[in-house]
């Protein structure tokens, strides 16, 4: 595996290897590595002949007052896991490499990203498309992996994709989770060990609601409020938002029908974790 | 010469080309072809062994009131200008192409766009930056060639490239003029032949602020007036801007230094022309 800092070195590394006929296979990802990244490393890793995952803390997709000078770095763990996983190229450029001096350029989708995680983190997905603009500019993939655990974030991405002609193909993988049902997340390492076994009501209220959809449930308000009553019922939970929209367009459904993406976001002490769900009825 | 239409197809030539190790040479361009037009196809003659013109009135560049409908769209002309002038693929994309129902992706690029043009347009530089990073995404070229009428456009499309890590090499070539003075313009068509005669002023009042600069004038306020003054003698012309700022920053500028541009928009009855000089003092 080659670490390679500077964008300039791996774009011309990446436009070497789509010249030599190579399929290049991206995983953008911000470190602190779990299972999740590392499975789609692998995806990665089996349906192309190169694999580059990006290594990069983006100051643009975070809030003031957001977490991120306490998000976790932790860049060796992370260069071993990701040789461990067969990536051919670790990109791990700097802040100023990506954001020099008199940086103005900007890429927005918009209505997509004004619901969900956007209606609470207003520059969030600015801040990603931004980014991730750059690094398919940079790497030149034919297909970039993203979890299903950011839904929503995949979604905002396969829309720029789309709308801007990138020609690359986005892969969803599904959420990995931890073995009573947490989804992976590189916040979780936040919380203290009371606060990880009441991060459990995420996964155990999407539970319930299919449980509830398995039975019939077809009303969107039914399920929202049985997720609401079970996140209730932790004491240092709180509930950002829940809600049962169309899995493509994020349009709010009073009934259940098609795709359908049952989304949450829940503090945890001063956690802030998400999770989701897709159902097809 | 080929004509193309779907911007898919056009693609697919272009990884082509790409992977053939030809150099793509791409003239963005929203037709109704003169001689300025054919300037930018023959320096991507010269450099590249493939040359791609595109031909598209993008409607997002113009803002409401603008003259969207009725600017001029000639395009078998412009095929028979293209093909002689050594074109090797012709992109005329459809409005629905390049903007299907639900599009809603943008590319901004801050500061540079709120100037000049920008001031009195607040939407165009979004509509330019957004079709042209969609066509560069479409046609993958090597060098890209614009004129320097539009200096703060290329200006924009030079940082846009740069931000976003496009790896484009972008091109100005020097405004070219009518005999008498008159910048060539798409828009000069609009112009009545009383107009054709009073649009003159923009380029003597240009070669007015020359022959200060090279007697010594320094001051940006006193070429200012000069201009002012110019225009203001012709009974129909009507000055929207006229601004000295550094070549490179388009910041107002008191005194000249540096490479500057002085630029200035002024209407000639209900058409809206542009002209700039740049000097190096």
């Not at 007052?65 to 306490?70: A, F, I, Q, V």
């Not at 990506?98 to 207003?122: D, I, N, Q």
């Not at 599904?174 to 049902?181: A, Q, Y």
């Amino acid at each position: 595996m080659r670490i390679v800092e500077s964008p300039h070195d791996m774009q011309r590394i990446c436009e070497s290897l789509r010249l030599a006929k190579e399929t290049i296979g991206f995983v953008p990802t911000m470190g602190a590595f779990h299972d999740g990244h590392v499975s789609l490393i692998r995806a990665a890793r089996e349906s192309c002949s190169q694999v580059v995952v990006s290594l990069f803390v983006n100051p643009t997709q975070f809030g003031p007052g957001e977490d991120l000078t306490k998000y976790p770095r932790m860049s060796e763990q992370d260069a071993s896991l990701a040789e461990k996983a067969g990536v051919d190229f670790l990109f791990a450029p700097t802040e100023e490499m990506m954001y020099p001096k008199g940086y103005v350029t900007f890429v927005e989708v918009e209505r997509l990203t004004k619901v969900l995680c956007g209606a609470s983190r207003p520059t969030h997905f600015r801040g990603v498309t931004t980014v991730v603009a750059k690094l398919f500019n940079i790497v030149k993939p034919h297909k970039a992996f993203f979890g299903q655990k950011d839904a929503q974030q995949t979604l905002v991405i396969r829309k720029m994709v789309e709308d801007l002609n990138m020609g690359i193909e986005i892969v969803e993988m599904p959420i990995v989770r931890e073995p009573d049902g947490l989804a992976m997340s590189s916040r979780n390492r936040y919380l203290s060990l009371e606060e990880r076994k009441e991060a459990l009501v995420l996964y155990r209220s999407l539970t319930e609601a299919q449980r509830l959809i398995d039975n019939g449930e077809r009303d969107a308000r039914r399920i929202i409020e049985s997720i609401e009553r079970t996140i209730r019922a932790a004491p240092h939970a709180q509930l950002d938002y829940v809600e049962v929209v169309d899995a493509w367009t994020l349009e709010q459904l009073r009934e259940l029908k098609g795709e359908c993406l049952i989304a949450l976001a829940v503090r945890i002490g001063t956690t802030r974790l998400i999770d989701n769900t897709k159902v097809n009825v």
